[in-house]
Structures are given as structure tokens and as C-alpha cells.
């Protein structure tokens, strides 16, 4: 059975920085496709970036330029390095694996001003 664990979520100031990770079990992703998305309060799940197998990642407009999504073959996680966070940051970020239609239980992101 796949699993994915998230970690590395924690209250940070506006400004500063924080790197997530997805760590998977069951399976490698290798090159597979895995997504971040994240859910503010009372908002709809919206996601945040994606890496493929081929071509760059693609990011959401809100994030572009801030966050940067990447893998850790070694250890067969899937980083998301966020960069001058924001308010609006604020949500409990998931990793999600399509191939294997399967979340993560989510970490918090909490953005202080």
C-alpha cells in the first residue's frame, strides 16, 4: 500500500521560509508525476505546484517565483521550498500522487504578520 507522509510545516513569519516534504512508502516515484496542493480555511483544496516526468514543474500564479518544487531521488521525497511566504500562505499543505490517486494527511503552514 502507498503512503505519504508530509513534514516540515510550522509557523513562520510573513517573509521567511519554509521546506516541505513528501515522503512516500509502498513505491519510488522516480520520475512520476506529484503534486502539491494546500487548503486555507473555509476555501476549496487548490493546488500549488507539480513535477512531472518531463519539461519543468508548473506552479500556481499565486506562488511562481517563491516556491520551488523538486525530488529527492536518494531519499524518494518530493521537496516544496517556499520562499518569502506571505499571509495568504496560511494553509495545510498536501502532497498527492495521481498514478496512485493518494494523499498525504497534510502539514500546516501558519504565516505570521
Known amino acids: 500500500q502507498v503512503q505519504l507522509v508530509e513534514s516540515g510545516g510550522g509557523l513562520v513569519q510573513a517573509g521567511g521560509s519554509l521546506r516541505l516534504s513528501c515522503a512516500a512508502s509502498?513505491?519510488?516515484?522516480?520520475?512520476?508525476?506529484v503534486a502539491w496542493h494546500r487548503q486555507a480555511p473555509g476555501q476549496q483544496r487548490e493546488l500549488v505546484a507539480t513535477i512531472g516526468s518531463g519539461g519543468p514543474p508548473n506552479y500556481a500564479d499565486s506562488v511562481k517565483g517563491r516556491f520551488t518544487v523538486s525530488r529527492d531521488y536518494a531519499k524518494n521525497v518530493v521537496l516544496l521550498q517556499m520562499n518569502s511566504l506571505k499571509l495568504e500562505d496560511t494553509a495545510v499543505y498536501y502532497c498527492y500522487w495521481p498514478r496512485y490517486n493518494t494523499w498525504g494527511q497534510g502539514t500546516q503552514v501558519t504565516v505570521s504578520s
Open positions: 509502498g513505491a519510488t516515484f522516480s520520475f512520476e508525476t
